[in-house]
């Protein structure tokens, strides 16, 4: 009996300190505007992925330049490898502790965000600096409000290694379908892999899928499909029935359903990178992501190429329309007004060239677009400037719920195992529940 | 001959007999004891006593503080969780009851991972026990290099499974992969997709690596397990004339039943729990045919920011984790953790009938 009495007495002591200390600990955002980066208004916390070599050098620069220039006013940077970032930023959203100044990927992500009440409107505050970029606002607003403003943004199209092309005897870039298919023909009579996807990571497989929506669909279609939840319009289905012609033409590097997209030597890019396959559909990242896996860091070096994803045969979409997204800066519900001058200087010529200089990404302030050095990127920015519409990736747009559904059917369908109706029921029935 | 098995079970149960006869009266006295100091003077006792309480809050509050705030609370977290739609920031608000359970239990990806998850405590348990216990009675015997044998079983279950699991995928990678070029210098063809990207051979793939990192663990059980046997036992068998087989069949085995039974316990509930190495080698993939109920998880949580479905997911998880846990002890461990009393009274009264 005594022993029954003490044990509740130990577990009764034991859960009020849990419920004291978990309790100071916080849960859900309530606490929010308690948090230690919303207390000071001189001081700025900036978040950024750039956590290597000069890129952050630059940044670490940045935040002195900006420093003196509004004395009393501390920038704390913290740089983290792009993972961590992700992962720590979902904590931070958690716990209602976010970073004043950090990265947003706009589409249903940022919206999610924005309903919670996490971002900061800038359309007034930062209103001239959005008018300098217009072009790329669309994926960051929501209801006509602006919420981030993009630094960096790229377009998806196919990375080609130019010596492999030449040694099939391949003389100008497919630019439809019916083109993409002969070269490929053409790289497997020269025993070349044509083509790596890291179906592994899904999303650089759905890419394709995307491409094909936005080629099938016309711009007014696929807005109205995704204002009003329905996607039963047939360019959807066609969309996919495309890609099942694609994937049975079998371009794709052995084992291409668990490659994955950027690890390694044997992932997608790693392939490519290291001469082993001809091409890969992917974004303008790729040079670098190339560059970090091979040992000279040089990636495919001079033999870098570029071009557009093609167009298909009585397509309803505009065929220099292009797909891609990027990356913006918001600014954090409680963080000081400072903090937007700050997100504005990032947007400035003077950064944002530099940011050019250093191959950093590919700028959106239109003075800064000359400075891109690299002339594959500059051909990629060619048509990124003359695209009339820049969709943002589909997942990134539909936000993770649906995107991640959408995402998996269509591995799915790479692998044999989903028909185009799948696809298209898969997005829909997610998109169903979200609302 | 065939007396042998029952002279040799009857010593090893009535052995736990005798022990908890012996316990009894030890626990009896010291029940006894505090009563018996008790007239002694209520106050001095009674601050004794408290002492003892403090000290032992003192003592065990920071462990149950840790439980509470690292397990307790996180699984009530889960749980509530479960019952909202939440997608991982700001309030918690939209309540939807049981419909977060239904469309886990309602989706194929789940069913399939179940499925996944029970062929893997299946498969790993047909694999593992009898190669495992074919190696620990060949290295039980004296030989040259056991030691180094021994060692060289057990080094797999050492490494990190994340290194493991790269170190897999790197050597099943098709066409550039150690293995597929071994298969070819073979001259086989390995298949085109490799091991781990064609869906019907993805599993099974899976479940030979986990056998080759967890084979160690059985193998260093079961051996500990064997010295536990009597020397005695095996002489008596010689002298009897016993063959090695038979031995091995009458003697070692059913004395091994408690070692490969809590053996067995401690793969079931790590196969159900498998998620680095699906992790690693194949993200679940390809289409879905190696997903576990925490790689299921894992992707609803964390990529797609369902946590009310993921949380569902984690309760189920519980839910058969515990179930087959309970079950497996009720079923099978019972007769290792249950006194012998009964057993032992049974074996008595029929042996007085006789």
């Not at chain 1, 409000?145 to 100008?172: E, H």
């Not at chain 1, 790693?270 to 001469?275: C, M, P, Q, Y």
């Not at chain 2, 462990?63 to 509470?68: D, K, P, S």
Request: charged fraction near 15%; proline fraction near 5%.
């Amino acid at each position: 009996m005594t022993r029954k009495i003490r044990g509740a007495a130990i577990v009764a002591l034991g859960a009020s300190i849990a419920l004291l200390a978990s309790g100071c600990a916080g849960q859900g955002g309530s606490s929010s505007s308690s948090g230690s980066n919303g207390g000071d208004e001189n001081t700025i916390t900036w978040w950024h992925n750039s956590n290597t070599g000069e890129g952050k050098e630059f940044y670490d620069k940045v935040a002195a330049d900006f420093e003196a220039a509004n004395p009393g006013v501390t920038v704390q940077v913290s740089a983290m490898q792009h993972e961590d970032m992700l992962t720590k930023l979902d904590a931070a959203f958690q716990a209602g502790d976010a970073p004043d100044v950090f990265m947003e990927r706009g589409g249903g992500e940022l919206a999610d965000h924005v309903e919670a009440g996490l971002l900061k409107d800038l359309s007034d505050s930062a209103a001239d600096t959005i008018s300098t970029i217009e072009p790329y606002m669309a994926g960051f607003q929501v209801e006509g409000r602006s919420y981030a403003l993009p630094y960096s943004i790229g377009v998806v199209g196919f990375w080609y290694n130019k010596a492999l092309f030449q040694q099939a005897g391949i003389t100008q870039t497919p630019t439809t379908m019916d083109e993409l298919y002969a070269v490929i023909d053409q790289l497997k009579a020269a025993g070349i892999t044509p083509v790596s996807v890291g179906a592994g990571d899904k999303w650089p497989a759905a890419h394709y899928w995307y491409y094909n929506v936005i080629r099938e669909c016309s711009q007014e279609t696929l807005e109205s499909a995704i204002a009003n939840v329905d996607y039963s319009d047939p360019c959807f289905v066609k969309a996919g029935q495309n890609l099942e012609g694609l994937i049975a033409k079998e371009p794709f590097n052995a084992g291409f359903l668990t490659t994955q997209a950027q690890a390694g030597p044997t992932s997608a890019s790693g392939l490519l990178a290291t001469r082993k396959v001809a091409m890969e559909l992917a974004g303008h990242w790729e040079p670098g992501v190339m560059q970090g896996l091979t040992e000279d860091e040089r990636g495919l070096g001079e033999d870098t190429g570029w071009f557009p994803y093609p167009s298909f045969e009585g397509q309803q979409g505009d065929p220099e329309a292009q797909m891609g997204g990027g990356d913006a800066w918001a600014v954090s519900q409680d963080a000081p007004d400072i903090a937007v001058e700050f997100a504005q200087y990032l947007l400035s010529d003077e950064v944002q060239r530099r940011f050019a200089e250093l191959d950093m990404g590919l700028p959106t302030n239109p003075t800064a677009s000359q400075y891109v050095s690299d002339p594959a990127l500059a051909e990629l920015l060619d048509v990124r400037d003359n695209a009339p519409s820049i969709q943002l990736y589909l997942d990134t747009l539909f936000g993770t719920s649906v995107g991640g559904a959408m995402n998996d059917e269509i591995a799915l369908l790479f692998a044999g195992q989903a028909s185009p109706e799948d696809v298209v029921n898969a997005v829909q029935s997610a998109a169903d529940a979200e609302q | 001959m065939i007396d042998v098995a029952d002279d040799v079970t009857a010593p090893a149960a009535a052995s736990p007999a005798t022990s908890t006869a012996v316990a009894e009266p030890v626990a009896r006295a010291s029940q006894a004891r505090p009563a018996g100091s008790a007239p002694g003077g209520r106050r001095k006792t009674g601050a004794a006593a408290w002492r003892k309480r403090a000290e032992i809050a003192f003592f065990v509050a920071p462990a149950l503080v840790l439980m509470f705030l690292f397990v307790i609370l996180p699984i009530l977290t889960a749980v509530q969780m479960s019952v909202y739609r939440w997608k991982g920031f700001g309030p918690m608000v939209d309540f939807v009851g049981l419909r977060n359970y239904v469309s886990v239990l309602n989706n194929n990806v789940f069913t399939d991972a179940l499925t996944h998850n029970l062929i893997i405590v299946v498969g790993s348990i047909l694999l593992q026990l009898p190669l495992g216990l074919a190696i620990a009675l060949l290295l039980n015997r004296k030989m040259w290099g056991q030691g180094l044998l021994r060692t060289i079983i057990f080094v797999p279950y050492v490494l990190a499974e994340v290194i493991a699991g790269v170190v897999w995928f790197q050597l099943l990678q098709p066409q550039y992969g150690v293995i597929d070029t071994i298969l070819a210098s073979l001259g086989i063809q390995g298949p085109p997709q490799g091991f781990l990207g064609t869906p019907d051979l993805a599993l099974w793939t899976v479940l030979v690596v986990l056998t080759w990192k967890y084979l160690g663990l059985a193998v260093i059980l079961f051996l500990a397990g064997l010295q536990g046997v009597s020397e005695d036992l095996y002489e008596a068998a010689a002298l009897d004339g016993a063959s090695w087989w038979q031995v091995q069949r009458k003697i070692t085995i059913p004395l091994l039943g408690p070692t490969m039974r809590t053996w067995g316990f401690l793969s079931m509930i790590g196969s159900l729990q498998l998620f680095d190495m699906v992790w690693i080698l194949t993200g679940g993939g390809p289409a879905n045919a190696t997903t576990t109920m925490a790689t299921f998880l894992v992707n609803e949580g964390t990529r797609r920011q369902n946590f009310g479905i993921a949380g569902a997911a984690s309760v189920i998880l519980f839910v058969v984790a515990l179930v087959l846990a309970l079950a497996y002890q009720y079923f099978i461990l019972r007769r290792d953790t249950q006194p012998d009393d009964g057993r032992g009274a049974r074996k008595k009264r029929k042996g007085a009938d006789a």
